[in-house]
């Protein structure tokens, strides 16, 4: 596709009443709910939380991965959003689900605070730090956002070898994350459980109330 074939599916989409007030009332969604997950982890860092006993992470020790973990997800997010931007509907279908996985993601740590597992080594990620908190976070544990998101991009892609890029992306997150000790197992398979359950739960709004599945 040409950047003038581009300009024009965007110029045209965003000329539907409809699909224009949408896609910028979810991006405004998509804002005021990252921000306030930031102002949440703040929150979240100041409570005290349980230690589980984790059957996988007691056999071995914490292994750093961080370089491979933020090359897969960030990697993934920008190749993500750069695919996904040829077609309105899937970028929109992106934000959606991505705004609803995160209000999951705050309510499930509220209801089940947590602290790192014993040797854990952190997630150092710069982009949460600089444009987020400020500040190191470690109890963001139940359900791993990286997981998730990674899961995320997996379904919503429609090219086999995005498909393939993005699934890939999510074993190699999971794994280091387990293997680094940043999440409980159990915040990484769950993960997967939240990813899918956002993701079904806004294609079915699609399907019911826009008739617009085809799309998706």
């Known amino acids: 596709m040409n950047s003038k074939e581009y300009i024009r599916r965007w110029r045209s989409y965003l000329k539907n009443p409809v699909s224009g007030v949408e896609f910028f009332v979810t991006l405004l969604l998509l804002v005021i709910t990252v921000f306030s997950f930031?102002?949440?982890?703040?929150?979240?860092?100041?409570?005290?939380?349980?230690?589980?006993?984790?059957?996988?992470?007691?056999?071995?020790?914490?292994?750093?991965?961080?370089?491979v973990l933020f090359f897969a997800i960030y990697?993934?997010?920008?190749?993500?959003?750069v695919s996904f931007s040829f077609s309105p509907n899937r970028l929109l279908l992106a934000f959606q689900t991505y705004t609803l996985m995160v209000?999951?993601?705050?309510?499930?740590?509220?209801?089940?605070?947590?602290?790192?597992?014993?040797?854990?080594?952190?997630?150092?990620?710069?982009?949460?730090?600089?444009?987020?908190?400020?500040?190191?976070?470690?109890?963001?544990?139940?359900?791993?956002?990286?997981?998730?998101?990674?899961?995320?991009?997996?379904?919503?892609?429609?090219?086999?070898?995005?498909?393939?890029?993005?699934?890939?992306?999510?074993i190699t997150v999971g794994l280091c994350v387990i293997l680094q000790k940043a999440h409980y197992t159990i915040?990484?398979?769950?993960?997967?459980?939240?990813?899918?359950?956002?993701?079904?739960?806004?294609?079915s709004f699609h399907r019911k109330f826009k008739n617009d599945l085809r799309h998706l």
């Open 103 to 170: 209000i999951f993601r705050m309510t499930a740590m509220y209801l089940v605070p947590l602290d790192p597992p014993p040797g854990c080594i952190d997630l150092d990620d710069p982009v949460v730090f600089i444009l987020g908190t400020g500040q190191k976070i470690i109890k963001d544990l139940f359900f791993s956002g990286h997981t998730s998101t990674a899961f995320m991009l997996f379904q919503i892609a429609r090219n086999k070898f995005l498909k393939g890029y993005f699934l890939i992306a999510t």
């Open 75 to 81: 990697s993934s997010l920008i190749i993500g959003l």
């Open 38 to 67: 930031s102002r949440y982890l703040l929150f979240n860092e100041a409570r005290h939380g349980a230690v589980l006993d984790d059957p996988v992470l007691k056999h071995f020790n914490a292994v750093d991965l961080n370089p």
């Open 187 to 203: 915040d990484v398979f769950a993960g997967l459980i939240f990813s899918y359950t956002s993701y079904q739960i806004v294609k």
